[in-house]
């Protein structure tokens, strides 16, 4: 039986990414698959660009205490603004607000626009020009899609055992929820990927106690307990993956004694044995 790997999520103090090409995302229009935001050549622009580039990957960085990020190129570390009139890329620029965005999801889409906190302003990009530049209408040419590096969380938690506090993210890095009086002692958090379309699930196991638990997160952040279940052997870690054609998933319970279990997940989070 073959198996693809999500992601493990350690229960310690950290936003969950698994290494630092998840973090990063292509922004292209909506409706061209093959021109890309990028800085290759200096000038910000939208237009083809290898595979691999890092001028083209962008990463979104929270402003502390908002929903606003700033969205930063992983080859310049050059902040997107419109500080001076025009759409341009600068350094040093994460308290302009100028250079703080909000990501406003598209209803039925997989599309977003792209918003500016100091103008009020949507990323567009011009058509007839091949230019992207900002206005102050929203309308089909303000739609991007953003694409995450695959296996990004959609949903993304920080977990912090010591405050017993856990917030959840969009992938945009904005902040969806913030929970407190969360037990300090969970071993591991493991990300289970889509539940549907509107949710994800997670896996979280206290070793103490013995203890999982199977929540449903929706993309306001708002959990859902699906299904406990008690173990009766330690467990040195658990892993989620999906089956191959991505419409099963199964959980894999490792023992100190590097043996294993297997388990089926229906639809609601129920954990069932393999033979």
Known sequence: MAFSFLLIVLGVQA???????????R????????????????????TEIPEGSWSADWYFVPVEGTNFVNIVNRWKGTYLNIEHGHLSADPDAAGWYSAQWQIEDIPSSLFSAIKNRWKNAYLVYD?????????????????WKIQFAQGKPYISLNYDSAA????????????????????????????????????????????????????????????????????????QGVTWHN?????????????????????????????????
């Open 27 to 46: 922004i292209r229009p909506y409706n061209i698959a093959t021109r890309f935001l990028h800085v290759e050549d200096g000038p910000l622009k939208a």
């Open 164 to 235: 017993g506090t856990g917030t959840f993210y969009n992938q945009y890095n904005q902040q969806l929820a913030h929970y407190g009086g969360w037990r300090s002692d969970w071993t591991s958090i493991v990300y289970g990927g889509y539940h549907n379309n509107k949710e994800v699930f997670y896996l979280f196991y206290d070793r103490n106690a013995d203890d999982i638990e199977v929540y449903t997160i929706d993309m306001s952040g708002v959990m859902s307990l699906k299904t406990s279940y008690s173990v009766n052997r330690k467990l």
């Open 127 to 143: 058509y007839n020009t091949f230019e992207t530049k900002v206005t102050d209408e929203k309308g089909d040419a303000t739609f």
């Open 15 to 25: 936003q969950n990414y698994p290494d630092e090409d998840f973090k990063f995302a």
């Open 243 to 275: 089956g191959p054609d991505k419409k099963k998933s199964y959980v894999k319970f490792i023992y100190p004694d590097d043996s294993f279990q297997i388990y089926s997940v229906d639809n609601l989070g129920e954990l069932s044995p393999l033979r």
